[in-house]
Structure formats: structure tokens, C-alpha cells
T-cell receptor, first 111, second 119 residues
Framework: AQKITQTQPGMFVQEKEAVTLDCTYD???????LFWYKQPSSGEMIFLIY??????QNATEGRYSLNFQKARKSANLVISASQLGDSAMYFC????????FGSGTKLNVKP | GAVVSQHPSWVICKSGTSVKIECRSL??????MFWYRQFPKQSLMLMAT?????????EQGVEKDKFLINHASLTLSTLTVTSAHPEDSSFYIC???????????????FGAGTRLSVL
């Protein structure tokens, strides 16, 4: 069964605008962690942001914020003020007994 | 953040040869490392979980004798693709996990990946 779902295979955003990348998850375990990673064309996976299931506040890291809605089981990534360098694949992931990755969203930032 | 070094970054080999990929945690001790495989334009597929001092746990469908994993120390895990064939050509990524609590914990740090091309 799919545990992490990213429904947007690709997205376009204008430079300097904000963009939201969707992620929903499925688990009955009360303890889990949610991650977002960025994978540029070079292939390396870059850690962006982490949200624990018990964290009361939404995680923020610079221009990245995680919109954590526990009841809806969603963990959307919001990138504010998009930059050309943000163009990449973005993966949502969840840690339970092991890591589960979504299928990814390819973000293209237009000048 | 923590640094994971993966080497080599790109390897081309002939069919039938074996290839070893190294994954090192440079500034922390990693009791658990993971090995992933990624096909073009697809997500990461977990191959195995590597625990220091014990046998690796392989995911269903991954051949243990084909993909040998050794985690001999707290900072090094190796993946050996034995008798590589063209269908083994892929992007292989390792990661190290720091479990626990706190802002810097519970994060999986990735190596830069290894592109394997088998001729």
C-alpha cells in the first residue's frame, strides 16, 4: 500500500513567487517523521526540512516551510520567493520502521 | 548538517565484473546506513538496511548474493555489485541515519550517489 503520495508529477512556478508541493501520507502509527528532500540534476539528495508527528508547530527552514495538517495526513512543502536554483525534483518521505519515499514532483522555476 | 561521502561518483565497467561502492559518514558515527537504487525519473527504491556489525536486511526482491553489503565499522558501509550486467546499470545512493530526538536527529543524510554503467 502506498504510504507516501505526491500527486503532482511536475509543476511550474514563476521566479519570486511561492509554490506549494503536495504530500499526503498513510499510517496508523502515532510516531513518525516527515521529510522533504531536493534532488537536483546532479543526483544528490539534499535534506530540506523535517517534521515530527508530535511537533506542535509547523517546521520552517529559511524559505522552506512544512504545512503539517495531521488530521488530513498531509505535509505540504511551501517554498517562498522561488529562485531559479530551486528547479529540481522534490521528494516527500516518512520514517516509520524504515523510510518511505513519494514518487517525487519536478519543479521548474521560470525566469 | 552531517556529511556522507560516497565513492566513486561514476563507474563504467564491463559485464561480469564486480564493482564496490563505498559510503562513509565523515563527522558522525552511523550505526545504520541504507542503500537505495534509483532509475531515471523515478523515486528511490530501498534495497537494504545496513547495520554495523550485523548482516544487512534486504528488501523483498533484492538479491543478497548479487548486492553484497558490508558494514564493518561505524563510519563505513560498502555495496558490492557482483558479476554486474547491463540491467544493473542505475544510480545507487547510500544514506546514514541519525535516530533520536532533537532538531538534528531523525534525519537521513545522503551521499552524492554513484552512477553505474555496465557495458
Amino acid at each position: 500500500a502506498q504510504k507516501i503520495t505526491q500527486t503532482q508529477p511536475g509543476m511550474f512556478v514563476q521566479e519570486k513567487e511561492a509554490v506549494t508541493l503536495d504530500c499526503t501520507y498513510d499510517t496508523s502509527d502515532p510516531s513518525y517523521g516527515l521529510f522533504w528532500y531536493k534532488q537536483p540534476s546532479s543526483g544528490e539528495m539534499i535534506f530540506l526540512i523535517y517534521q515530527g508527528s508530535y511537533d506542535q508547530q509547523n517546521a520552517t527552514e529559511g524559505r522552506y516551510s512544512l504545512n503539517f495538517q495531521k488530521a488530513r495526513k498531509s505535509a505540504n512543502l511551501v517554498i517562498s520567493a522561488s529562485q531559479l536554483g530551486d528547479s529540481a525534483m522534490y521528494f516527500c518521505a516518512m520514517i516509520l520502521n524504515k523510510f518511505y519515499f513519494g514518487s517525487g514532483t519536478k519543479l521548474n522555476v521560470k525566469p | 548538517g552531517a556529511v556522507v561521502s560516497q565513492h566513486p561518483s561514476w563507474v563504467i565497467c564491463k559485464s561480469g565484473t564486480s564493482v564496490k561502492i563505498e559510503c562513509r559518514s565523515l563527522d558522525f558515527q552511523a550505526t545504520t546506513m541504507f542503500w537505495y537504487r534509483q532509475f531515471p525519473k523515478q523515486s528511490l527504491m530501498l534495497m537494504a538496511t545496513s547495520n554495523e556489525g550485523s548482516k544487512a536486511t534486504y528488501e523483498q526482491g533484492v538479491e543478497k548474493d548479487k548486492f553484497l553489503i558490508n558494514h564493518a565499522s561505524l563510519t563505513l558501509s560498502t555495496l558490492t555489485v557482483t558479476s554486474a550486467h547491463p540491467e544493473d546499470s542505475s544510480f545507487y545512493i547510500c544514506s546514514a541515519w541519525i535516530p533520536g530526538t532533537g532538531k538534528t536527529k531523525n534525519i537521513q543524510y545522503f551521499g552524492a550517489g554513484t552512477r553505474l554503467s555496465v557495458l
